[in-house]
């Protein structure tokens, strides 16, 4: 919570966390009362962060507060009203069907799990706030570190504690941003580009976690908010013909 804090601090962004007060009002509520009061539409993304604790039961996944527990498909309503761009980052066990409930147009979800069945501790959270503004995992070299190549350092990082541990992986992240609720795991990745994809994907999964950056570059910074819209557009175009490539004479 620490790490996100400080990235965000550093970023310039405001930060509102929930918890536990003294007026007796739930963390549940507390988020939901948060949400109806953050601005719909903007060009600045809306992070949602979860960190601790998550189960599943009866087909459903919940993240664990103090008070009501809060499930996926109780948060889907209270974010579909935005039109600006959302990322929800469920870093607790058992937080795969985040991604089934939550995915839709123009949002990023990553889960620290690819089911609800996967209910051990996870490790994802730790390694994803470490790599969220780490220089060295930036993959292509343009200066700031996106949502996407955090989520790739992380599961790598993961992937190496199980194995050098000796241990049984029990928890495989996602990330899901083109809105088919599918998730791709980093294995499917080299570099920022996917060379596999889930049956029945009607495209491939990074492009827009690519393009959300905590931390934005000098470079970045300078764009208004126009131009980075239009760089965005134009990097979908151009992923949309990469994946067509293979059809499409010289």
Not at 63 to 72: E, H, R, T
Not at 145 to 162: D, G, H, Q, T
Not at 203 to 226: C, I, M
């Amino acid at each position: 919570s620490e790490s996100w804090r400080q990235h965000a601090d550093q970023a310039g962004m405001e930060v509102l966390q929930v918890g536990p007060n003294k007026d007796g009002t739930t963390p549940r509520d507390q988020l939901q009362d948060l949400l109806e009061s953050l601005p719909v539409e903007g060009s600045q993304p809306l992070w949602i962060v979860f960190i601790g604790h998550g189960t599943y039961a009866q087909k459903k996944a919940k993240f664990n507060l103090v008070g009501p527990d809060l499930s996926a498909r109780e948060l889907g309503p209270w974010i579909e009203r935005f039109q600006r761009p959302v990322a929800v980052i469920n870093c607790s066990s058992a937080s795969g069907p985040f991604i089934n409930e939550l995915s839709a147009p123009g949002r990023v979800i990553v889960t620290a799990t690819r089911s609800g069945n996967e209910q051990n501790y996870s490790r994802f959270g730790v390694y994803l706030a470490e790599s969220i503004n780490d220089p060295t995992v930036d993959l292509d070299k343009d200066g700031q570190i996106s949502l996407l190549e955090a989520f790739l350092a992380a599961s790598n990082r993961v992937v190496r504690f199980y194995r050098e541990d000796n241990r049984l992986v029990t928890e495989h992240a996602l990330i899901d941003d083109n809105g088919d609720g599918l998730g791709t795991p980093a294995t499917w990745f080299r570099g920022v580009y996917t060379f596999r994809r889930a049956k029945g994907a009607g495209s491939a999964d990074g492009l827009r976690a690519n393009q959300l950056h905590l931390v934005k570059s000098v470079q970045e910074q300078a764009l208004s908010p126009g131009v980075r819209k239009r760089r965005d557009a134009l990097e979908s175009e151009l992923s949309g013909l990469r994946e067509r490539r293979k059809t499409v004479s010289e």
